[in-house]
């Protein structure tokens, strides 16, 4: 899972570096779907944390849940990659202004 993220993280670097719009369109794209499985994959843990806390709550006296822990970490994430997308769109939207000015300056050439 770490591999994956890597390589998607250098995709998207990459792509900003060169200023490529599709490929930072692509990363976008890519980080969405991929906090959107993290934030599915985190409720999971917490359902089954929650699941092992009262199945066995009666054997363990000593086991429970830091709901503070999950609730506190998860607003945190999710706040933290919700304002790193905000700050890919706002570079996507300037990047898409500046290619597309560049490529408007510079005149076509035609043959005769």
């Not at 670097?13 to 934030?39: C, H, L, N, Q, T």
């Not at 997308?85 to 490529?103: I, K, M, N, P």
């Amino acid at each position: 899972m770490y591999i994956l993220v890597a390589i998607v993280s250098g995709y998207g670097f990459v792509g900003i570096y060169k200023e490529e719009p599709m490929w930072v369109d692509r990363f976008i794209r890519m980080f969405v779907i991929g906090s959107i499985v993290w934030a599915v994959l985190f409720i999971v843990e917490i359902i089954i944390a929650a699941v092992n806390a009262s199945t066995y709550s009666d054997v363990y006296v000593d086991v429970g849940v830091n709901w503070a822990y999950y609730i506190i970490s998860f607003l945190i994430s999710a706040f933290l990659q919700f304002y790193f997308c905000t700050c890919l769109v706002s570079y996507q939207r300037v990047l898409h202004a500046r290619v597309g000015d560049s490529e408007k300056q510079i005149p076509m050439q035609t043959t005769a």
